[in-house]
């Protein structure tokens, strides 16, 4: 598979995506701003995914959104985001969405019962149990990845939130694959032991 083809799925949150580049009063823009606008309207849809799927929250994903751009307009000169913007923004959406479930705000987000409507990886024929199992299941694992190393918790969101395989993370972390193998093995056991069942049934899923 490769990295641009992840998980493209729609995620129609009750939330407002933002279509232009996000500014701050006060900020000064270093980066081109055509530059900075056109990776904007090609990839906030990506961006705003991953980040959904590390918080479960609406409003903390457009968060990240702002977040990611913000720190790239600060940025002199622009960083090369090369031979993958994709792959590059989608890492920097992961580890803002990490600082976020590692705050002490993360307890206040909007859970997924809350947003209208919310399609991910829930099927709408799931029984009601099924959907309240697989709800409980993402907060378990939220948690979890909250207690995990940055390493760790970044490889786990690139391999099961948004299904890069081994060397496509080790060529994105710049590590080996037999690196990345290790290191999600020693997670899925942390994992597997702090969720127990709720772990063994998302694998089933």
Do not use: C, W
Not at 101 to 109: E, G, N
């Amino acid at each position: 598979m490769g990295g641009d083809g992840k998980k493209e799925e729609t995620v129609p949150v009750k939330a407002t995506h933002l279509r232009a580049l996000p500014s701050e009063p006060g900020v000064q823009t270093s980066a081109p701003a055509i530059e900075l606008e056109v990776l904007f309207r090609e990839h906030y849809d990506r961006i705003f995914r991953a980040a959904y799927r590390v918080t479960g929250s609406a409003s903390d994903a457009e968060d990240v959104l702002q977040t990611v751009f913000l720190r790239l307009a600060r940025r002199n000169p622009m960083p090369d985001l090369s031979p993958s913007p994709a792959a590059y923004l989608t890492r920097a959406a992961i580890n803002a969405a990490l600082d976020i479930v590692r705050s002490p705000r993360a307890s206040q987000s909007v859970s997924l019962d809350d947003v209208e409507p919310v399609e991910l990886t829930a099927s709408p024929k799931l029984s009601p149990e099924a959907l309240h199992a697989d709800r409980e299941l993402r907060r378990l694992i939220q948690k979890a990845l909250g207690r995990l190393s940055q390493n760790a918790a970044e490889m786990f969101v690139l391999r099961y939130f948004e299904g890069y395989d081994n060397h496509e993370i080790a060529k994105m972390m710049n590590t080996s694959h037999l690196v990345v193998g290790v290191l999600l093995h020693r997670t899925r056991a942390r994992l597997r032991k702090e969720i127990g069942e709720y772990l063994e049934a998302y694998h089933e899923k």
